[in-house]
């Protein structure tokens, strides 16, 4: 199963960009990269899902590299309601789906 | 919203007591999956199911059992409920064809073993 690693906090200010680095070295060929989003007492929700370079939505971007070692999670100018907990998942197409901890944002007014 | 009920949404039981969490879906998708999830930890996979009758273990399956008789129905029992049980248990679906099918989340039950 391909293990990804994140930091497991981050603070940012109102109308700031959040950017979140997940590392997934042994990624294969055919993996996706997934993120979601949990606000406290909530499952978690899907944000943004990618294969490599670049994909936008109304929510946020996802940058991955050449490698796909890596991928980057971009939150354009965030507000105190997007202090959540997100996490990146490499998709294998196994269906058997393991999270890592994921970063917990603190968005400060 | 994914059609996803959990039931029930909170629940306190005494340990060595059975319990049975219930997951229905309206989406008649494939897969179905239970984690649970506590502080420091995340979310861990306990079991999934891949069709009626089709499970696997996931990371943290042990003093769990699981059962799919119906597409739209996943069943999570703890057999002799234990404290180390206490938690929050989510309950997920897909349609299983990997891209542009993502994970849709209930809204967790919160169980707690005295």
């Known amino acids: 199963l391909a293990k990804t690693t994140q930091p497991i906090s981050m603070d940012s200010y109102e109308g700031q960009e959040v950017n979140i680095t997940c590392s997934h070295n042994n990624i294969a060929t055919n993996d996706y990269i997934t993120w979601y989003q949990q606000f406290p007492s909530q499952g978690p929700r899907f944000i943004i899902q990618g294969y490599k370079t670049k994909v936008t939505n109304e929510v946020a971007s996802l940058f991955i590299p050449a490698d796909r070692k890596s991928s980057t999670l971009s939150l354009p100018r965030v507000s105190l309601s997007d202090t959540a907990v997100y996490y990146c998942l490499v998709d294998r197409g196994t269906y058997k789906y393991i999270f890592g901890t994921g970063t917990r944002l603190k968005v400060l007014a | 919203d994914a059609g996803i009920t959990q039931s029930p949404r909170h629940k306190v039981t005494e340990t060595g007591t059975p319990v049975t969490l219930r997951c229905h879906q309206t989406e008649n998708h494939r897969y179905m999956y239970w984690y649970r999830q506590d502080p420091g930890h995340g979310l861990r996979l306990i079991h999934y199911?891949?069709?009626?009758?089709?499970?696997d273990k996931g990371e943290v399956s042990d003093g769990y059992s699981v059962s799919r008789s119906k597409t739209e129905d996943f069943l999570l029992t703890l057999e002799s409920a234990t404290s180390s049980q206490t938690s929050v248990y989510f309950c997920?679906?897909?349609?299983?064809?990997?891209?542009?099918?993502?994970?849709?989340f209930g809204n967790g039950t919160r169980l707690t073993v005295t």
């Open positions: 997920a679906i897909s349609a299983g064809s990997s891209y542009n099918s993502p994970l849709h």
């Open positions: 199911s891949y069709g009626v009758k089709d499970t």
